[in-house]
């Protein structure tokens, strides 16, 4: 008897359109039950869902590309398929012209097959994927707008070309928004987007200074939920690196009190961003370095640098070494004593980028969903 993938399969080469559009509605509903039928699905039906996006009609185009999104939200060999099966253009044709539902399922779509995929990414951008991301920050329902504002983090995340495409298609500006104003969830993707964006990017970091986006981090992260102050924490660090002015108005919002207090209280991985974002303020910066002795930085970096995970001890170090670089209220013999580990290796305190991968929403029905941890 064969199983329902192997059924909803067998119909979805149904010469019927509704036997089409409902065995695409079921496996997307059989592909969230398990990774199982997440592959069995891939492996026999990434071409006729990508047919029926392109063909089908408009309700049958949202459950296709909500299939789609879910099966590629965990394996990259399924991310790969759908572009090389083409499914790519017509995702982006949706998000132009598709129904409100539709859209949400486009941008769900886009935003996992982009994640740690940067020949993904680049597919996108050529297929002019962003500047209809870009206008659903503003003009797509909530659920829209949340997948959206993850799909721009991770076209963006190290991909400089994008960095600047986003940019130019004015997407920081509704991003620093979405930061300021958006619900709980969407503050949090759109603070991981915005880090992305400032990644190595000096033009990135002014314009999401200048889009008022320092603010609204400060306040996501003295205010919001643990992963939103971890999100905020990696956002601001990047802004900081090497920019003396973001440096200086990240101190002057109040960042420095809240980036110590998720160093002793945060998560391990909370822990590790403060710390990097600190040494980023700290560098070559006497003002921000004394601030942070002021404030009492000195003692938890102390305590990371000697009890926290290799890679946040890393970020102590060098938050350490920053702030005493030229700071006179650190004597050498405070600093030997403290910085008795190797210092940080090349690949710590670097900018950084973070995939936003999520579970698409339910349908085109417009239900929300929830996200799994990223």
């Given amino acids: 008897m064969p199983t329902a993938v192997e059924t909803a399969i067998r119909n979805l080469a149904s010469p019927a359109p509704a036997a089409k559009e409902r065995a695409a509605m079921e496996l997307g509903q059989l592909a969230a039950m398990s990774?199982?039928?997440?592959?069995?699905?891939?492996?026999?039906?990434?071409?006729?869902?990508?047919g029926l996006l392109r063909d089908g009609a408009p309700a049958a185009k949202g459950w296709a590309a909500m299939t789609l999104?879910?099966?590629?939200q965990k394996h990259l060999d399924t991310r790969v398929a759908v572009a090389q099966a083409g499914g790519i253009v017509p995702l982006v044709a949706l998000l132009r012209d598709g129904t409100q539902q539709a859209q949400e399922q486009a941008a769900c779509a886009l935003r996992n097959i982009a994640a740690n995929n940067e020949a993904n990414q680049l597919f996108i951008a050529q297929a002019s994927g962003i500047v209809p991301l870009v206008a659903l920050l503003s003009d797509g329902t909530p659920a829209a707008q949340e997948a959206a504002v993850c799909a721009l983090?991770?076209?963006?995340?190290?991909?400089?070309?994008?960095?600047?495409?986003?940019?130019?298609?004015?997407g920081?500006?509704?991003?620093?928004?979405?930061?300021?104003?958006?619900a709980p969830s969407l503050k949090e993707r759109s603070a991981c987007a915005l880090g992305n964006l400032a990644a190595d990017n000096d033009a990135n970091q002014v314009a999401i200074a200048r889009a008022g986006g320092i603010d609204p981090l400060v306040a996501l992260l003295r205010d919001g939920a643990p992963p939103a102050k971890e999100r905020a924490a990696c956002a601001l660090g990047n802004l900081a690196a090497n920019n003396e002015a973001n440096q200086v108005a990240i101190a002057r919002a109040g960042g420095i009190d809240p980036l110590l207090a998720l160093i002793r209280d945060g998560t391990p991985g909370a822990k590790e961003r403060a710390a990097c974002a600190l040494g980023h303020i700290a560098a070559n910066n006497e003002a921000t370095q004394s601030v942070i002795t002021q404030a009492g930085g000195i003692a938890p970096l102390v305590a990371l640098f000697r009890n926290g995970t290799p890679d946040a001890s890393c970020?102590?170090?060098?938050?350490?070494?920053?702030?005493?670089?030229?700071?006179d209220g650190m004597t050498v013999g405070r600093k030997s004593r403290i910085l008795r580990k190797p210092a940080a290796s090349p690949a710590a305190s670097q900018p950084r980028a973070t995939p936003c991968?999520?579970?698409?929403?339910?349908?085109?029905?417009?239900?929300?969903h929830r996200r799994t941890p990223r």
């Fill in 69 to 72: 999104a879910v099966i590629a």
């Fill in 35 to 50: 990774d199982a039928n997440k592959v069995a699905i891939a492996e026999d039906s990434i071409a006729s869902l990508v």
């Fill in 357 to 368: 991968i999520g579970r698409p929403h339910s349908g085109p029905t417009g239900a929300r």
């Fill in 315 to 327: 970020e102590a170090s060098h938050a350490l070494g920053s702030i005493g670089a030229n700071n």
């Fill in 172 to 182: 920081i500006v509704p991003l620093a928004a979405l930061t300021r104003d958006g």
């Fill in 153 to 170: 983090g991770n076209l963006a995340a190290n991909n400089e070309a994008n960095q600047t495409a986003i940019a130019q298609a004015g």
